[in-house]
């Protein structure tokens, strides 16, 4: 529909161009007419190139530099998610308590060795012939900080529930957990997501129809952007190969 608008537009314009130049005669409302439409279709091209190259480029710059902000952000909501799971055997769906673990919590640094030692029942079945069974032992080497190990001395997980460039700076990222039933078995699940419109409020309505419909390899599917889910064991985030590159 646009495009038969903006070639309408350009017919009446040429139409009445043409015909000023061959049929208007009065000289001194003729300049002032030609002006007038020299000065609309100047306007009228710079609005069709901006709605058709510079507003999507413009667009499509901008997403990339918000949504790589988001992405670590929900990078870092996973990592401090796996971490908590490790320990706590589920997944964490309170942002305070989240944090808390974070801070005061630690991982046990182990070690796996093998060993034998001697089958006592063996060993008198066999008439007190030794005899032996493989096990294997861990030993406890010591201990480390959850946040040491995910962040260091970057305190950034206090502000990861909340929303890069939202219209709202306390806008938070919705974060489930749960779960679901997989081989008879309760599998923990969490997902952490926002919706596009939130980080591109302020971009063209129309590019924001079109981005929440992409679906490819080179897109970020859906209308949000989110890692895990609710309905499958999965851990990952739904945005591409190219963008994880420049995490």
């Known amino acids: 529909m646009q495009y038969l608008y903006i070639l309408l537009v350009l017919l009446v314009s040429g139409g009445l161009l043409y015909w000023i130049n061959t049929s208007f005669d009065h000289k001194k ?16 091209f710079y609005k069709i190139v901006n709605e058709f190259w510079l507003g999507p480029k413009n667009f499509e710059s901008v997403k990339e530099v918000r949504f790589q902000k988001v992405i670590k952000k929900l990078t870092d909501i996973r990592d ?13 769906d309170n942002w ?30 066999y008439g007190g012939v030794k005899t032996y069974k493989d096990i294997i032992i861990v030993d406890t080497l010591g201990f480390v900080s959850v946040r040491d190990s995910l962040f260091g001395d970057d305190n950034r997980y206090t502000s990861m529930m909340f929303v890069p460039y939202a219209k709202d700076k306390n806008t938070m990222f919705e974060l ?54 609710m309905d499958e064991v999965n ?10 590159k420049k995490e």
């Open 96 to 125: 305070d308590s989240l944090v808390k673990f974070i801070e005061v919590d630690s991982f046990t640094l182990t070690q796996r060795r093998d060993s034998s030692v001697i089958d006592k029942e063996l060993t008198k079945r």
């Open 235 to 244: 851990t990952n985030g739904n945005w591409p190969k190219n963008y994880r």
């Open 176 to 229: 489930r957990s749960g779960s679901i039933e997989q081989n008879s078995m309760d599998i923990p699940v969490f997902e952490a997501k926002i919706k596009k419109s939130v980080i591109l409020y302020d971009q063209d309505k129309n590019l924001m129809l079109t981005e929440n419909l992409v679906q490819g390899v080179n897109g970020v599917n859906g209308n949000a952007l989110r890692v895990g889910s």
């Open 29 to 44: 409302y003729k300049n002032i007419v030609l002006i007038g439409l020299w000065s609309f279709s100047a306007l009228f």
């Open 80 to 92: 401090s998610e796996l971490a908590f799971r490790s320990i706590n055997g589920q997944f964490e």
